[in-house]
C-alpha cells in the first residue's frame, strides 16, 4: 500500500512540474529551501580507470535517493559523458534505469588521445540543484599507438601529489559494520583454471544489489578511487532551483516547441503525430499548450536512429517544429587527476597493447550479446485483419490491391480531387467521415497519395483496424498500416512540413561474455589465446539468498588479480569489498 501510494504521490508531482514549466512562470520553491523534492545522486562503478584504445570502460550506474542511499523510482534516465581536459565531451551516452539502476560500456576508439578525463553521470532532475551537480571520477586513457604522450609530462612530481592529495581516498571497509563478505576457494590459481567467489550475507541486511569485476591489477594505475562508501563527497553544494527542469519519470522526456510567424494562428491544442519508424515502430499523438510546447514520454524500447514529428492540422504549413536539445552542464569547475608516464612503464604498455589487438582479433569468438528490446505490440490494439500479400494474387498497383484483395477499405478524392482511404466502421457505427490513421513501415502519411504511388511489389502485408481511435480531441476512424519487405520506406519518406531528427538514444542493455573451460570447451578453445585482464564483469548482481556463487575462468595472464563488489543494501547501506588473488 506504501509503494502505491508513494507512485501515487510522484504521478501528481509529475503533472503539476509539466503544468508549471508548461507555464514558463519562475518555479516556486517546493519546500522552504528552495530545493527540489526526492533528490536523487549517482554513483558509478567502473571496472577501470585506466583504460587503453581499443578496450572497453564496463560501468554500472546507482540512481539513489540522496536522504536514505537507497535506489530512486523518480528517474528512469541517465546520463554519463567523457570529459577531456579542455571540457569537451568525447563520448557521450544516454541510459535506461530499471529500479534505479542500468549499465553499460565505452568503447574508446583510437581517435581519442592519450590524457586525463572525467566520466561525469546525472539524471535531469538532479540538475535542479545546479549544473554543476553531477558524479565525477577521474578515469586515464592511453593511446599507445601515438608518440604524442606530453599530456603526461605536463606537470611536476609536486603537482602529482598536489592532485592526488586532495582525490578522495577510499574508506576503510573495517571501519564499518560491513554485512557482506567475499570468499575464494584458493589464493593462487593457475592459467586458464576455475575460480569459485562466494559473495555471503553475514545477515538479511547484506541483501542488496552489487556490481562485480575481476581484473588484473595494474601498478599503473591511480590507487585512490571513489567508492560507494564516499561517493557523496565528489558533489558540490545544492543551488536554488532557477528553471525548473523536468524529472524523466516515465523513461525519455523529449521536450519540442511548434512555431508560427503568423500571428492570427493557433499554437494551443494543436495534434502532432510523432512517428519512430521500423518494423517494431512506435507512434504517439501528443498536443501542444498555449506556448507551442509539447511532450513526448518515450517508455518503450525501439530500433530507429530518428524521430519524425508532423503537426496534424490543416494549416499545418504555417507551423514549424523544433524538438528541445539536451540539457546543458556546467564543466568549467571540472579539476583532473594527472597521470604520470615514465620509462618504466614501457614494457607493461608494449605488452598490454599486444595483448589487446590479440583479444580484439578474436572478438567474434566471444561477443557480448546484444539484448533484443521488447517487441511493440502495435497502438491500436485488437480487432484487426492482416493481410499478408503473398498469400493473394498480386496486383501490380496499391490501387487494385485494395480493391481486389483489402475489404472495408476504400479510395475515394477529398474536395481538391486529391484521394484519400476509408475505413468502413464495425457495426452498429455508422460511418462519420473521418480519415484513418496511414502508416507505411511507421511513417505516418497525411499526404495518402505517397502510399497509393508505392509499389504494390514492395509491400509485405497490411494491417486494417476498423476501430474508432480517440486522442485528446482528435478522432481516427481506422487504420491503415502497411509494411514493406524491407521496413525501410521512411529512409527516403520527405515533406516540407515534418522535422526529421536524429536521436540521442539509449544504450541497448547486454549480456557480457563469460569465458568457460568446462568439459569440452577446454579442446574447443585450446588453439585461442586468452589474453583477458578483465576476467569478468557482472553489471547488476543482485542478492536474494544469504550465500551467491559466482564460478569463472582465469586467462593466459599472470600475475595479481583483484575482486571489487560495489554496491548497496536494500536499506541504502554502501558496501565497498576487493580482495586479491594470485595466477601463475
Given at each position: 500500500?506504501?509503494?502505491?501510494?508513494?507512485?501515487?504521490?510522484?504521478?501528481?508531482?509529475?503533472?503539476?512540474?509539466?503544468?508549471?514549466?508548461?507555464?514558463?512562470?519562475?518555479?516556486?520553491?517546493?519546500?522552504?529551501?528552495?530545493?527540489?523534492?526526492?533528490?536523487?545522486?549517482?554513483?558509478?562503478?567502473?571496472?577501470?580507470?585506466?583504460?587503453?584504445?581499443?578496450?572497453?570502460?564496463?560501468?554500472?550506474?546507482?540512481c539513489?535517493?540522496?536522504?536514505?542511499g537507497?535506489?530512486?523510482?523518480?528517474?528512469?534516465?541517465?546520463?554519463?559523458?567523457?570529459?577531456?581536459?579542455?571540457?569537451?565531451v568525447?563520448?557521450?551516452?544516454?541510459?535506461?534505469?530499471?529500479?534505479?539502476?542500468?549499465?553499460?560500456?565505452?568503447?574508446?576508439?583510437?581517435?581519442?588521445?592519450?590524457?586525463?578525463?572525467?566520466?561525469?553521470?546525472?539524471?535531469?532532475?538532479?540538475?535542479?540543484?545546479g549544473?554543476?551537480?553531477?558524479?565525477?571520477?577521474?578515469?586515464?586513457?592511453?593511446?599507445?599507438?601515438?608518440?604524442?604522450?606530453?599530456?603526461?609530462r605536463?606537470?611536476?612530481?609536486?603537482?602529482?601529489?598536489?592532485?592526488?592529495?586532495?582525490?578522495?581516498?577510499?574508506?576503510?571497509?573495517?571501519?564499518?559494520?560491513?554485512?557482506?563478505?567475499?570468499?575464494?576457494n584458493?589464493?593462487?590459481?593457475?592459467?586458464?583454471q576455475p575460480?569459485?567467489?562466494?559473495?555471503?550475507?553475514?545477515?538479511?541486511?547484506?541483501?542488496?544489489?552489487?556490481?562485480?569485476?575481476?581484473?588484473?591489477?595494474?601498478?599503473?594505475?591511480?590507487?585512490?578511487?571513489?567508492?560507494?562508501?564516499?561517493?557523496?563527497?565528489?558533489?558540490?553544494?545544492?543551488?536554488?532551483?532557477?528553471?525548473?527542469?523536468?524529472?524523466?519519470?516515465?523513461g525519455?522526456?523529449l521536450?519540442?516547441?511548434?512555431?508560427?510567424?503568423?500571428?492570427?494562428?493557433?499554437?494551443k491544442?494543436?495534434?502532432?503525430?510523432?512517428?519512430?519508424?521500423?518494423?517494431?515502430?512506435l507512434?504517439?499523438?501528443?498536443?501542444?499548450?498555449?506556448?507551442?510546447?509539447?511532450?513526448?514520454?518515450?517508455?518503450?524500447?525501439?530500433?530507429?536512429?530518428?524521430?519524425?514529428?508532423?503537426?496534424?492540422?490543416?494549416?499545418?504549413?504555417?507551423?514549424?517544429?523544433?524538438?528541445?536539445?539536451?540539457?546543458?552542464?556546467?564543466?568549467?569547475?571540472?579539476?583532473?587527476?594527472?597521470?604520470?608516464?615514465?620509462?618504466?612503464m614501457?614494457?607493461?604498455?608494449?605488452?598490454?597493447?599486444?595483448?589487446?589487438?590479440?583479444?580484439?582479433?578474436?572478438?567474434?569468438?566471444?561477443?557480448?550479446?546484444?539484448?533484443?528490446?521488447?517487441?511493440?505490440?502495435?497502438f491500436?490494439?485488437?480487432?484487426?485483419?492482416?493481410?499478408?500479400?503473398?498469400?493473394?494474387?498480386?496486383?501490380?498497383?496499391?490501387?487494385e490491391?485494395?480493391?481486389?484483395?483489402?475489404?472495408?477499405?476504400?479510395?475515394?478524392?477529398?474536395?481538391?480531387?486529391?484521394?484519400?482511404?476509408?475505413?468502413?466502421?464495425?457495426?452498429?457505427?455508422?460511418?462519420?467521415?473521418?480519415?484513418?490513421?496511414?502508416f507505411?513501415?511507421?511513417?505516418?502519411?497525411?499526404?495518402?497519395?505517397?502510399?497509393?504511388?508505392?509499389?504494390?511489389?514492395?509491400?509485405?502485408?497490411?494491417?486494417?483496424?476498423?476501430n474508432?481511435?480517440?486522442?485528446?480531441?482528435?478522432?481516427?476512424?481506422?487504420?491503415?498500416?502497411?509494411?514493406?519487405?524491407?521496413?525501410?520506406?521512411?529512409?527516403?519518406?520527405?515533406?516540407?512540413?515534418?522535422?526529421?531528427?536524429?536521436?540521442?538514444?539509449?544504450?541497448?542493455?547486454?549480456?557480457?561474455?563469460?569465458?568457460?573451460?568446462?568439459?569440452?570447451?577446454?579442446?574447443?578453445?585450446?588453439?585461442?589465446?586468452?589474453?583477458?585482464?578483465?576476467?569478468?564483469?557482472?553489471?547488476?548482481?543482485?542478492?536474494?539468498?544469504?550465500?551467491?556463487?559466482i564460478?569463472?575462468?582465469?586467462?593466459?595472464?599472470?600475475?595479481?588479480?583483484?575482486?571489487?563488489?560495489?554496491?548497496?543494501?536494500?536499506?541504502?547501506?554502501?558496501?565497498?569489498?576487493?580482495?586479491?588473488?594470485?595466477?601463475?
Amino acid at each position: 500500500m506504501k509503494n502505491k501510494i508513494n507512485i501515487i504521490v510522484l504521478v501528481v508531482i509529475h503533472f503539476t512540474l509539466l503544468q508549471m514549466s508548461a507555464q514558463g512562470t519562475a518555479v516556486s520553491p517546493m519546500n522552504n529551501e528552495g530545493l527540489v523534492p526526492h533528490q536523487e545522486q549517482v554513483y558509478v562503478h567502473a571496472n577501470t580507470k585506466l583504460v587503453f584504445v581499443g578496450e572497453y570502460l564496463y560501468y554500472t550506474i546507482y540512481c539513489l535517493k540522496d536522504n536514505t542511499g537507497q535506489l530512486s523510482d523518480v528517474s528512469k534516465i541517465a546520463y554519463l559523458k567523457l570529459v577531456n581536459e579542455n571540457k569537451e565531451v568525447v563520448l557521450n551516452q544516454k541510459i535506461k534505469l530499471t529500479d534505479g539502476i542500468g549499465d553499460s560500456n565505452f568503447f574508446i576508439p583510437s581517435s581519442i588521445p592519450s590524457g586525463n578525463y572525467k566520466l561525469i553521470a546525472y539524471t535531469q532532475w538532479m540538475l535542479n540543484n545546479g549544473r554543476d551537480y553531477f558524479y565525477s571520477t577521474d578515469v586515464t586513457v592511453l593511446n599507445p599507438y601515438t608518440s604524442n604522450q606530453a599530456v603526461f609530462r605536463t606537470k611536476s612530481t609536486e603537482d602529482l601529489i598536489e592532485s592526488v592529495s586532495k582525490s578522495p581516498n577510499n574508506q576503510d571497509a573495517s571501519s564499518f559494520n560491513v554485512p557482506v563478505r567475499l570468499e575464494l576457494n584458493e589464493s593462487i590459481y593457475g592459467t586458464r583454471q576455475p575460480v569459485s567467489l562466494l559473495i555471503s550475507s553475514t545477515t538479511l541486511e547484506g541483501l542488496g544489489n552489487y556490481s562485480v569485476s575481476v581484473r588484473k591489477v595494474d601498478e599503473m594505475e591511480a590507487q585512490f578511487n571513489t567508492s560507494s562508501l564516499n561517493y557523496k563527497s565528489v558533489y558540490p553544494q545544492k543551488d536554488k532551483i532557477e528553471k525548473l527542469i523536468l524529472p524523466e519519470l516515465r523513461g525519455e522526456l523529449l521536450i519540442g516547441n511548434v512555431t508560427t510567424e503568423n500571428e492570427n494562428v493557433n499554437k494551443k491544442n494543436n495534434a502532432l503525430g510523432v512517428s519512430f519508424p521500423g518494423k517494431e515502430y512506435l507512434f504517439k499523438l501528443v498536443t501542444t499548450n498555449e506556448k507551442g510546447q509539447f511532450f513526448i514520454n518515450v517508455e518503450e524500447d525501439y530500433n530507429t536512429e530518428e524521430v519524425y514529428v508532423q503537426v496534424l492540422e490543416e494549416d499545418a504549413e504555417e507551423y514549424s517544429i523544433e524538438l528541445k536539445p539536451e540539457e546543458n552542464l556546467k564543466l568549467s569547475d571540472l579539476k583532473f587527476g594527472m597521470f604520470k608516464l615514465d620509462r618504466e612503464m614501457e614494457s607493461q604498455i608494449e605488452e598490454r597493447s599486444i595483448y589487446n589487438q590479440i583479444e580484439n582479433a578474436y572478438y567474434s569468438s566471444k561477443p557480448d550479446t546484444i539484448l533484443i528490446g521488447k517487441p511493440n505490440s502495435r497502438f491500436y490494439g485488437e480487432g484487426t485483419t492482416n493481410y499478408v500479400l503473398d498469400e493473394y494474387t498480386r496486383f501490380p498497383s496499391i490501387k487494385e490491391t485494395f480493391v481486389e484483395v483489402v475489404e472495408h477499405v476504400w479510395i475515394q478524392d477529398n474536395k481538391d480531387g486529391k484521394p484519400e482511404f476509408h475505413v468502413r466502421p464495425i457495426a452498429p457505427y455508422v460511418e462519420s467521415g473521418k480519415l484513418p490513421l496511414v502508416f507505411v513501415d511507421g511513417i505516418l502519411l497525411l499526404d495518402h497519395e505517397r502510399l497509393i504511388n508505392l509499389s504494390s511489389a514492395q509491400v509485405e502485408s497490411i494491417n486494417i483496424s476498423r476501430n474508432q481511435h480517440f486522442y485528446g480531441t482528435r478522432t481516427f476512424q481506422g487504420v491503415v498500416d502497411v509494411t514493406t519487405f524491407k521496413s525501410n520506406f521512411y529512409e527516403n519518406y520527405y515533406t516540407d512540413n515534418m522535422l526529421a531528427q536524429k536521436l540521442f538514444k539509449p544504450n541497448e542493455n547486454k549480456n557480457y561474455y563469460q569465458q568457460s573451460y568446462e568439459g569440452g570447451l577446454k579442446d574447443d578453445y585450446k588453439r585461442l589465446p586468452d589474453f583477458r585482464y578483465q576476467l569478468i564483469w557482472l553489471p547488476n548482481f543482485n542478492t536474494k539468498v544469504k550465500e551467491e556463487k559466482i564460478e569463472f575462468y582465469t586467462s593466459d595472464i599472470t600475475g595479481e588479480f583483484e575482486v571489487s563488489l560495489e554496491g548497496f543494501t536494500n536499506s541504502g547501506k554502501p558496501v565497498s569489498l576487493k580482495k586479491k588473488f594470485s595466477v601463475k
